[in-house]
């Protein structure tokens, strides 16, 4: 199992070519990494909550045992960045970041690896995503928007003269700093345009076509869909929908399914609320323009168009970030002009009571009995109190903390299922047309392995090692779900 595990490990390195030798494999050129190949281990590190999950890797808060420094470590996994032909945009990222540095841009301090897993250390933002400041309060004042979208336009141009185009703009992807200002993440779909000042090692990105699909589905263009090759005017509108979002609470292009969102973007079917500026709706309006070489920005006037827009008005772009970021939103609903540091504590500020429903059944909850242990989680009800169809799905003893009906997102279809937590504690879905259980989440106290993730208040994620799982809850108790299941992993 050693030697195996061995050849595994060097197997992975020749393939990804990102060791501490790669400057060596850089023929004729002089670049070398900034952020160092480090021999750290994971145990050296105190692991905190998941600050997000994608396909082949998630992040993590993390601090530094011997320093107390925290940063947000991005875990990838070697077996399925080798099994998915991922090996490209891995090498690139890493290699793009050592080369970046902007006030806007996310760091990258060191990197790391083991036999099963490579570790980036990055600069943590402890005052979230865009996105949840977005959610939490419901949309963005038009001042609000003006200065997070000039700060993402700042880092933008810089990334764009550099010859790069990052081609996942959304709010999910750019982040704030304690004090509020803006950080664009996640490089993993970044590409280079042929003039690009980076330099890039031999074979980096080699399985990356310029017009291949990747990114977000409502922040795709309509030109990337028609297989044209990349350009920065694809960051361009994605920029449009990500200020449509800030000031409005939703993308311009939401619809049920990635076909019918594909739909509504190749017709630019854009419906602006009465509420928006003229200047706003203008700016939006052009740079979601279905030709790319006329969005501000990207013609013959450079950035110069975008940043002398009425809509920036006020803005001093010498002198962006010195200036006082909105307050942040923090999830337990108070205001501050810092976030909080991040720490791991359950939010004692919830009441347990609030979760569960009796969705399908016609009753009402009722015999909610009281616990003594702050932030332990109530049990609701006993059994009788819900539809006694779902008792043959539990074990004897065994009683239900929350339960819904929910849809089950997929690609391009939903599907209605009961979800249901138990004290035991368990995580079921099940079909309730023909009462057959669908799936059992494996139970993990480590949020490592099992977290929830919320998108809206009504979208979330079940993340497991294997599989992430999208679920759509009418009654819009997403961030219950989440509270439900982290107080039951710290009981």
């Known amino acids: 199992m050693i030697l195996e595990r061995g050849k595994m490990e060097k197997d992975v390195e020749s393939k990804l070519n990102i060791n501490k030798n790669?400057?060596?494999?850089?023929?004729?050129?002089?670049?070398?990494?900034?952020?160092?190949?480090?021999?750290?281990?994971?145990?050296?590190?105190?692991?905190?909550?998941?600050y997000g999950v994608g396909s082949y890797s998630k992040v993590v808060r993390a601090k530094k045992k011997d320093t107390g420094k925290v940063y947000a470590l991005k875990i990838m996994d070697k077996k399925f960045i080798t099994k998915e032909n991922k090996t490209a945009y891995v090498k690139l990222e890493r290699i793009v970041l050592d080369q970046l540095s902007h006030p806007g841009i996310i760091q990258l301090y060191f990197t790391f690896q083991d036999t099963f897993s490579l570790y980036m250390a990055l600069e943590s933002c402890e005052g979230g995503e865009?996105?949840?400041?977005?959610?939490?309060?419901?949309?963005l004042t038009e001042d609000e928007a003006r200065f997070y979208a000039a700060e993402v336009v700042d880092a933008l141009e810089y990334i764009h003269k550099l010859g790069l185009i990052h081609r996942d703009i959304k709010p999910e992807n750019l982040l704030l700093t304690s004090d509020g200002h803006i950080k664009i993440a996640d490089f993993g779909s970044v590409k280079p345009m042929q003039d690009s000042q980076i330099t890039v090692l031999p074979n980096a990105g080699s399985d990356d076509k310029a017009c291949t699909f990747v990114g977000t589905a409502a922040y795709v263009p309509p030109e990337v869909l028609n297989s044209s090759p990349a350009t920065i005017g694809n960051d361009l509108w994605a920029l449009g929908c990500t200020l449509f979002q800030m000031l409005s609470g939703t993308s311009p292009f939401k619809d049920a399914s990635e076909w019918l969102i594909f739909q509504r973007i190749i017709a630019r079917d854009v419906k602006y609320p009465d509420y928006f500026s003229d200047h706003a709706r203008d700016l939006i309006d052009k740079l979601l323009d279905i030709d790319p070489q006329k969005r501000p920005g990207a013609g013959h006037d450079g950035y110069d168009a975008l940043k002398?827009?009425?809509?920036?008005?006020?803005?001093?772009?010498?002198?962006?970030?010195s200036k006082s970021p909105p307050r942040l939103v923090l999830e337990k609903g108070h205001t501050s002009g810092r976030s909080s540091e991040g720490d791991d504590t359950p939010d004692s500020s919830w009441n347990p009571t609030h979760i569960g429903d009796a969705t399908g059944t016609g009753d009402t909850v009722s015999d909610v009995t009281s616990s003594s242990d702050t932030g332990s989680i109530t049990k609701l009800a006993s059994i009788d109190s819900f539809d006694s169809k779902w008792q043959q799905f539990l074990d004897p003893g065994e009683s239900i903390l929350m339960i819904s009906m929910v849809k089950k997102l997929q690609k391009l279809s939903s599907k209605k299922v009961q979800l249901i937590l138990t004290n035991k504690p368990k995580l079921i879905y099940v079909d309730p047309s023909k009462l057959a259980g669908k799936g059992n989440m494996i139970w993990s106290d480590d949020p490592n392995e099992l977290s929830v993730q919320v998108s809206s208040p009504s979208n979330f994620k079940i993340c497991l090692p294997k599989k992430v799982m999208t679920f759509e809850d009418p009654k819009q108790r997403a961030y219950q779900w989440k509270k439900a299941i982290e107080t039951l992993q710290n009981r």
């Open 22 to 50: 790669d400057d060596n494999n850089n023929k004729g050129k002089t670049f070398k990494f900034r952020a160092p190949q480090e021999n750290f281990t994971i145990q050296d590190f105190e692991m905190g909550k998941i």
């Open 308 to 321: 002398n827009h009425p809509f920036f008005k006020g803005i001093d772009w010498c002198d962006i970030r």
């Open 130 to 139: 865009l996105f949840d400041q977005i959610t939490r309060k419901g949309r």
